[in-house]
């Protein structure tokens, strides 16, 4: 069987690849396979950020695949929600830098994917949606929940009520994408962003997100007291002193990651 997922490393970026042509629409096999994924980097990995795309220009992922709707039950349809969640959940909760590099359809479970990264760049002809409705459903993996909190309930609302599907302009306005670049760029740029961000220190990096993430679930007084553990924390590393030491001495730090 060919495997539809695949994993390559840049450095110290593991960039996965969703290659189900034409449109790499997710079916069990590669959900399973990229469950699969994410366990193996968490295992074995010294990787310091992840990259998500999809195989050729045509599509990111264009949706789920459909043909696992034709004779679904409600038993059915709770447990493949739940799996995509799961898996989903497990992306976002990496404690690195998880982007997302979208050239074309980012559609359904695509957008889905794409919204539980910490990031998101986009050529400037991929297009974006919820159109589930138009199939007498409504996003399961995690659509109805992540979408209101990068654009606004009432955008969220409706984008998942019309099933409308947006240029990659219009997503880049709403606060969907979070960089736009030329169409076929995607994949380059988010290297670029991912060897950046990996010249800074790698426990700050993973507390900032952590703050950030797990902040916006709290009332504002427990999000301040995460943020004031979390950089408690970072007082006693080695890289901390090495940022400040770097900083007065006009010289760029070497962060060890200790």
Partial sequence: MKKLVKLHFENKTAVITIDHPPVNALNRQIMDEFEQTLEEL?????????????????????????????????????????IGQRIFDQLEAFDIP???AIDGFALGAGCELAMACDMRIAGEKAKFGQPEVNLGIIPGYGGTQRLPRLVGAG???????????????????IGLVDI????????????SLSAKIQKKAPFAIGAAKK???????LPLADALNLEAELFKELCSTEDQKEGARAFLAKEKPRFQGK
């Fill in 211 to 217: 703050a950030i993430t797990k902040g916006l679930d």
């Fill in 180 to 191: 736009l670049v030329p169409s076929g760029e995607a994949l380059s740029q988010a290297l």
């Fill in 155 to 173: 955008k969220a609302k409706e984008l998942i009520f019309t099933g409308d599907v947006i240029e990659a302009s219009e997503a880049y306005r």
């Fill in 42 to 82: 968490k295992r074995n990995s010294n990787a310091q950020a992840i990259i998500i795309t999809g195989a050729g220009e045509k599509a990111f992922v264009a949706g789920a695949d459909i043909t696992q709707f034709l004779d679904i039950t409600p038993e059915i349809g709770y447990e493949l929600t739940k």
């Fill in 98 to 100: 998880v982007i997302a």
